[in-house]
């Protein structure tokens, strides 16, 4: 599976958008996107996916990049509740949906 | 939205003790599960695969003789560390997911486990 890379920590004010970038320059065709968040000592909550088409959960959106080699991740109105390390993850379909998890972006939200 | 229930959510036992650990899909049955460690300030680690009625794949590293997994049923694998020593201490989380596709896992909340 393709590597991401994403910024190790990101500051965002209560209230406000949060995009969080990813960069999965060797994505290949059959590789989807998928985003997950850790708040501190609990299990990885996932919260959306998607090979090339934007997408929108009740959570966040997904932007991907035409050429698919970038997304960003958009929280849109950011809560303290929303403090947590996030995880951007691609994977093929059909590789018995391991997921192996980078080190992720630190987000922190303060009033 | 799915549920994955892991229990217990913490464990202190003394060396020497084998723990068990469940995880259940509570509203979907889960052909596959996975167990991942983590360790202070580190990322999650995918220790094992496991699918409904077959033996569980190792990832590299992992003693398969040490961590005993099964998967019983579509809704519940189990980890069991046997023999536990105080470098075993961590915090285990399972996910499960309904196929191996698209679909994506859901995790339960972790187990942290002390070895004394």
Redesign the interface.
């Known amino acids: 599976d393709a590597k991401t890379t994403q910024p190790p920590s990101m500051d965002c004010a209560e209230g406000r958008a949060a995009n969080l970038p990813c960069n999965h320059s060797t994505i290949s065709g059959n590789e ?1 996107v ?1 985003w ?1 968040r ?1 708040i501190h ?6 919260i959306i ?1 998607g090979l090339k088409n934007n997408e929108t959960n009740e959570m966040a959106s997904l932007i991907i990049t035409e050429d698919r080699k970038s997304s960003t991740l958009i929280l849109p109105h950011a809560t303290l509740r929303d403090t947590a390390v996030y ?1 951007c993850i691609v994977r093929v ?12 972006t630190q987000v922190v939200v303060t009033p | ?1 799915a549920v ?1 229930s ?1 229990h217990p959510s913490r464990v202190i036992c003394k060396s020497g003790t084998s723990v068990k650990i469940e995880c259940r899909s509570l509203d979907f049955q889960a052909t ?1 599960m ?1 167990w ?1 460690r983590q360790f202070p300030k580190q ?4 220790m094992a ?1 496991s699918n409904e009625g077959s033996k569980a ?1 190792y990832e590299q590293g992992v003693e398969k003789d040490k961590f005993l997994i099964n998967h019983a049923s579509l809704t519940l694998s189990t980890l069991t560390v046997t023999s536990a020593h105080p470098e075993d201490s961590s ?1 285990y ?3 499960a ?1 309904a ?12 187990t ?1 486990l002390s070895i004394l």
Do not use: E, N
Not at chain 1, 41 to 46: F, K, L, N, T, V
Not at chain 2, 102 to 109: A, L, T
């Open positions: 989807y998928y997950y850790q000592s609990q299990g990885p909550q996932y996916h995880y379909a059909d590789s018995w949906g391991k997921l192996q998890f980078g080190a992720g | 939205g994955v892991q596959t996975f991942y990322s999650l680690m995918l695969t794949t915090f989380i399972c996910s997911s196929d191996r596709d698209v679909q994506p896992q859901h995790f339960g909340d972790g942290r």
